[in-house]
Every structure is written in structure tokens, then in C-alpha cells.
T-cell receptor, first 111, second 111 residues
Framework: AQSVTQPDIHITVSEGASLELRCNYS??????LFWYVQSPGQGLQLLLK??????LVQGIKGFEAEFKRSQSSFNLRKPSVHWSDAAEYFC?????????FGAGTTVTVRA | KAGVTQTPRYLIKTRGQQVTLSCSPI?????VSWYQQTPGQGLQFLFE???????NKGNFPGRFSGRQFSNSRSEMNVSTLELGDSALYLC??????????FGPGTRLTVT
């Protein structure tokens, strides 16, 4: 069975600073990996995905993620955070038939 | 192209009642999945439908059921509501099995 661990429950970052969110996954085969963002009271918006190929993937809103098979990781990064990036972020892995999500990381942006 | 729509957005029900939630997928998407999101359990897979057939089901009691219509619209039903059923119910549609796009969710409160 697949699983996802997001070690950081909450991260606070200053506006303009860089952001990195950690994600570790467990899945026997080649994983399909995703990052989603959720604003309060909203659904999940797909930020980016990794299926195969280049291990550095670019997404929307200036986000990127790097797949590292040796570390079973898929960390999300943004070079310069904007106040509108305050939200909850979920890493997910697609297994046999479903998405399995991490517990999420809440990002607070301070002025 | 319009996104995934879910109705109603908010719902308040009493214990013991039943409820039906509706999801309209993105045009052309034939697969619909349902997820339950709670603070305690996070995001959990309920079931997946494709071409009017339930393909997969998560670990939920039989009180949770769903169906899909020929136009790919889907409904989920919860009978004999319990307080613990209070959650955000998210619907996701996909063109291919891996990449899912989520709706805004239905917030169900059981009193």
C-alpha cells in the first residue's frame, strides 16, 4: 500500500523568502506524485505532478518540485513567497486506484 | 472549460437522516472519485466511478454509497448519518486515471 509523510505540520515564512515543503512517499512501483494546495473553505488545486522523465517539474504559481527516487522524496519549493501563498499544501501519491495524501503542511506568510 | 462543480456547497443534517451530494465532472471526464476530509483523519478515499461502474471502494461502511449517471455526473449518499460523518466531501474528476481535478467540496455538518 502507498503512503505519504509530510514531516512539517506548520511552516511560517516571511514574504519574499524562499519556501520548501517536504514530502516522503512509500510505494513499490514507479510513483505518480502530486502537490495540491487548499485555501480555507476551498477544494484542492493541482500545483504540479510528476509521472516520469525530468525529475525537476515546474508547476503553477511559480512552484517547482524535485523527485528523488533514492530518498523517496518529492519536495516542493518556491523561490519567493507571496502573501497569497498562505494555504495548506498536500503531497499525494497515486497508487493502484486512488490518491493517498499526506497530512498536509499549513503555510503562514508574515509581512 | 468549466471545472468540477459540487452541490450543495453547505449542508446541515440531523443524526439518523440521510443525505445526497452531487458532483458534475469536467466535460469529457468519465472518471469521478470521492474523498472525505476531516481534521482528524485527513483526506480519505471513498470510491471511484468510471462509465457508471464503481471501480474501487475505500474502507468506509456500507452507509456510504454512490452512483454515476450516463452523463458522468455522480452522486454519493450517506444514510443514517452520524456525528462523525461531518466533513468536507470532495469530488474529483479525471480524464486519465492518474491526474485528478477537484471540486470545491460540500461541507456537511451533522448535529
Amino acid at each position: 500500500a502507498q503512503s505519504v509523510t509530510q514531516p512539517d505540520i506548520h511552516i511560517t515564512v516571511s514574504e519574499g523568502a524562499s519556501l520548501e515543503l517536504r514530502c516522503n512517499y512509500s510505494y513499490g512501483a514507479t510513483p505518480y506524485l502530486f502537490w495540491y494546495v487548499q485555501s480555507p473553505g476551498q477544494g484542492l488545486q493541482l500545483l504540479l505532478k510528476y509521472f516520469s522523465g525530468d525529475t525537476l517539474v515546474q508547476g503553477i504559481k511559480g512552484f517547482e518540485a524535485e523527485f528523488k527516487r533514492s530518498q523517496s522524496s518529492f519536495n516542493l519549493r518556491k523561490p519567493s513567497v507571496h502573501w497569497s501563498d498562505a494555504a495548506e499544501y498536500f503531497c499525494a501519491v497515486r497508487g493502484d486506484y486512488k490518491l493517498s495524501f499526506g497530512a498536509g503542511t499549513t503555510v503562514t506568510v508574515r509581512a | 472549460k468549466a471545472g468540477v462543480t459540487q452541490t450543495p456547497r453547505y449542508l446541515i443534517k440531523t443524526r439518523g437522516q440521510q443525505v445526497t451530494l452531487s458532483c458534475s465532472p469536467i466535460s469529457g471526464h468519465r472518471s469521478v472519485s470521492w474523498y472525505q476530509q476531516t481534521p482528524g483523519q485527513g483526506l480519505q478515499f471513498l470510491f471511484e466511478y468510471f462509465s457508471e461502474t464503481q471501480r474501487n471502494k475505500g474502507n468506509f461502511p456500507g452507509r456510504f454509497s454512490g452512483r454515476q449517471f450516463s452523463n458522468s455526473r455522480s452522486e454519493m449518499n450517506v444514510s443514517t448519518l452520524e456525528l462523525g460523518d461531518s466533513a468536507l466531501y470532495l469530488c474529483a474528476s479525471s480524464l486519465n486515471p492518474a491526474e485528478q481535478y477537484f471540486g470545491p467540496g460540500t461541507r456537511l455538518t451533522v448535529t
